[in-house]
């Protein structure tokens, strides 16, 4: 089995499939709305710090990993000698299973968006919330219906997502990737230059270059260590696959320096775009994050930009292919998972597993709005009142499955088995690994005393991880 696995077929190959998986709606859609709360410079500061002393020694880690066993992230831990700890890598599987669920729902929602930009954007506008509501099945009378819309653009969007994978790690991830990836960088290019270049555009990004401190607090650091491991596709098994196709003559410390770079450059554009934008349109008290800004709060912005739907259906394209390609490497690693370790077909164990990513995430959709679904489940059980399906979702997999898997994944290189293979590994091309020392250090105490304390915290404060 071993010597028919699946490779990349170049370097550039994986790169952009890594920073395929990384780049996605966290970049996009959270990370300006986060940079905004803290405090513009002074976040991207700490966000930098964080992207360099936790998130890369934490990739490089994963790709290791990957790399060494050349073989799944379940099925690695095993293959290591280590087959007690191959519950990090079910936290992993399990964890990129929840997350595509809604993920790829949000993903059709996205979709239906391109198109709504190019012919409906007078509806939009008219009333922006009410669209939203409407597509998710909640309507202006208060009557609720089944969110047929929402759902066959999830359904199309997987079956997109499904197509590739099908075709495989070279044939189909790679070279979706090939495309995809540039047509992003185009569209953010596009989006930025049009956005700061919009009347009154300055302020929003002088903001962005200023320090202020008073706005940093704890939460701050929380914020940015949950939004860089999020970001990064870091816990999620994703690097632990993608890194086990990696070819044994490829430089890791150079592969994940230049996915590091990539992801946070365009974290970064985001929020160059976004900020700017909304301080120019709608005002800067409108800046938010996460669903409801990007399908409601955007549209006034648009609404008020020259060429507004124009760049609508561009900053929708654009989060299209981001959902895509980080959407292909969730799959991917469940898909690489249940086919080495059961020895499933891999076209029927893709089409299967969509299938029922659908299913669970049509529960997700459906409890957006106010379909009887929300309340049946998670609210007031014995008297306990639960969060609605959705933000059970991303609370299981944002807070407690991804650091899960991250401290997993730190103590095992860092303890278990030891940072000198992590090390030979990078070795491998033959090229020394100068920071070893350093790296040494960082997973062994920096990054689990990091991700631990904002695991505890995240549960007993609240404080919110993605
Ligand atoms: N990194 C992706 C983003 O920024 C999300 C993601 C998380 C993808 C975990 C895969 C695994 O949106």
Redesign the pocket.
């Known amino acids: 089995m071993e010597s028919k696995r699946a490779q990349w077929s170049s370097k550039l190959g994986f790169i952009l499939a890594a920073a395929g ?7 996009i859609w ?1 990370f300006p709305g986060r940079a905004y709360e803290g405090g513009g410079g002074s976040f991207l500061l700490i966000y930098l710090l964080i992207v360099i002393f936790l998130g890369m020694p934490l990739m490089l880690t994963e790709l290791s990993i990957g790399r060494a066993s050349q073989t799944n992230i379940v099925g690695t831990f095993k293959k290591l000698g280590y087959p007690r700890h191959s519950w990090i890598g079910w936290f992993g599987v399990l ?2 299973f929840f ?1 595509t669920c809604y ?1 790829s729902h949000v993903g059709g929602w996205v979709l239906r968006y391109v198109f709504s930009y190019a012919f409906e954007a007078p509806e939009i506008y008219q009333n922006s919330t009410g669209y939203f509501y409407n597509m998710l099945g909640y309507h202006a009378d208060g009557t609720t219906s089944i969110p047929w819309t929402a759902l066959f653009f999830a359904a199309v969007f997987l079956l997109l997502n499904a197509v590739i994978i099908i075709r495989g790690v070279e044939g189909g991830i790679e070279k979706f990737n090939r495309i995809g990836m540039p047509a992003l960088f185009l569209l953010l290019l596009i989006l930025l230059v049009r956005s700061v270049t919009l009347k009154g555009a300055g302020e929003g990004v002088r903001y962005l270059l200023s320090f202020d401190f008073g706005k940093v607090n704890i939460n701050t650091f929380f914020s940015a260590l949950g939004q860089a491991f ?7 098994a ?1 690097l632990i696959t993608y890194g086990s196709y990696l070819s044994k003559s490829e430089d890791i410390f150079k592969n994940t320096a230049v996915v590091c770079g990539m ?1 946070t450059l365009v974290a970064i554009i985001a929020g160059f775009i976004i900020i700017p934008a909304v301080f120019a349109t709608v005002g800067s008290g409108e800046v938010g994050k996460g669903g409801g800004f990007a399908f409601v709060s955007l549209a006034g912005v648009f609404q008020e930009m020259p060429g507004g739907s124009l760049f609508g259906v561009f900053f929708y394209l654009l989060l299209l292919f ?2 895509l390609t ?2 292909i ?2 799959i991917e690693s469940v898909v690489a998972f249940l086919t080495e370790q059961f020895g499933w077909a891999r076209k029927q164990t893709t089409l299967i597993l969509c299938l029922i990513m659908f299913l669970i995430g049509s529960l997700y959709t459906c409890s957006q709005a106010a379909i009887p679904l929300k309340g049946i489940w998670f609210d007031g059980v014995h008297g306990i009142t639960f969060p609605p399906l959705c933000d059970f979702m991303e609370y299981l997999t944002d807070r407690l499955m ?1 650091p899960l898997c991250a401290l997993g994944s730190c103590i095992f290189a860092g303890w278990i088995w030891k940072p000198e293979h992590v090390i030979t590994e990078v070795e491998q091309n033959g090229s020394p690994f100068r920071l070893a020392k350093v790296y040494t250090v960082l997973i062994r105490f920096v990054a689990p005393a990091a991700i631990l304390a904002i695991l505890i915290l995240s549960i007993v404060s609240g404080v919110t991880l993605s």
């Open positions: 998986s990384a780049v996605g709606l966290g970049n959270k964890g990129a997350i993920y999020y970001s990064l596709s870091i816990g999620m994703i992801d981001a959902a980080s959407c490497s969730l991804i």
